[in-house]
């Protein structure tokens, strides 16, 4: 059986990789999950900080887990923007470093 659609999950869990708890700045950040367009308003300063739970992962990779949608490295952003997949909005949010409470890297959600 075949789908329309294709689920992607988050990564799993890598050694040096860190791990993100939630999201910050984002009002009704769940819409995302359910596939509300949330590219108009979307604020300038929506973060994402690494988990104090894993403090020696601090590594980016091309998908990163804890959030409830799917934070992309700029490598597979441009992937899929030369593909022109369609229905997806690229949401840019910065990584917050855990060792020093502020921003890592501006990437895509």
């Known amino acids: 059986m075949s789908s329309a659609f ?3 999950r988050p ?3 890598a ?3 860190c ?10 950040a769940f819409e995302i999950k ?3 367009s949330r590219l108009a308003g979307w604020p300038a ?10 403090p020696k992962d601090v ?8 959030c409830i949608h ?9 992937f899929l923007a030369e593909e022109h997949v369609a229905k997806v909005e690229f949401l840019p949010i910065q990584i917050l470093d855990h060792r020093v409470g502020s921003p890592r890297g501006n990437i895509s959600s």
Do not use: Q
Request: proline share 2%.
């Open 19 to 28: 791990v993100l708890r939630g999201t910050k700045g984002v009002e009704d």
């Open 15 to 17: 050694d040096g990789i």
């Open 34 to 36: 359910e596939g509300v």
């Open 6 to 8: 294709l689920v992607w």
């Open 11 to 13: 990564g799993s869990y």
């Open 45 to 54: 300063d929506a973060s994402a900080p690494m988990s104090k739970s894993f």
């Open 59 to 66: 590594g980016f990779a091309d998908s990163l887990i804890g």
């Open 70 to 78: 799917v934070v992309i490295s700029r490598r597979v952003r441009a």
